[in-house]
């Protein structure tokens, strides 16, 4: 249990270590292309989205690695849990159905992660 947990951490801290980065970094134009919901929403809000997934990727690893409250990396997957319950809303609203897959494939790992967590932390 203690090796999946952190595969699939460490696969999730990466996805949203990347991910994060780019809407914190990258401006409305350079994001478009590959995010399309970023013309709806104010970049302020999406600046923010990116801040939560790094300190989710980072709360995913950072206090079990220390053994420094530990607890919170169930917190953190969690709360990437949510994020991508937000994510597919966005897309339901705009219509893009058909575009959920990765976030309902990250939402099920984020959730795997949390009853993973809860066995040894």
């Known amino acids: 249990m203690k090796v999946a947990f952190w595969i699939l951490a460490g696969l999730l801290a990466l996805f949203y270590l990347y991910a994060g980065g780019k809407k914190v970094a990258q401006s409305k134009e350079r994001l478009q292309p590959m995010m399309g919901w970023v013309d709806t ?9 990116g801040t939560l997934e790094i300190l989710g990727a980072i709360g ?3 206090p079990p690695l220390t053994g420094i409250a530990a607890g919170l990396a169930i917190a953190a997957a969690a709360g990437l849990v949510l994020v991508q319950v937000g994510g597919i809303a966005v897309h339901l609203s705009r219509g893009e159905g058909r575009l959920i897959g990765l976030n309902i494939g990250l939402l099920a790992a984020a959730a795997v992660t949390v009853w993973l967590g809860t066995a040894f932390v």
Not at 41 to 49: A, D, G, N
């Open 41 to 49: 929403v104010p970049m302020p809000l999406v600046r923010v989205i």
């Open 60 to 62: 995913l690893i950072l």
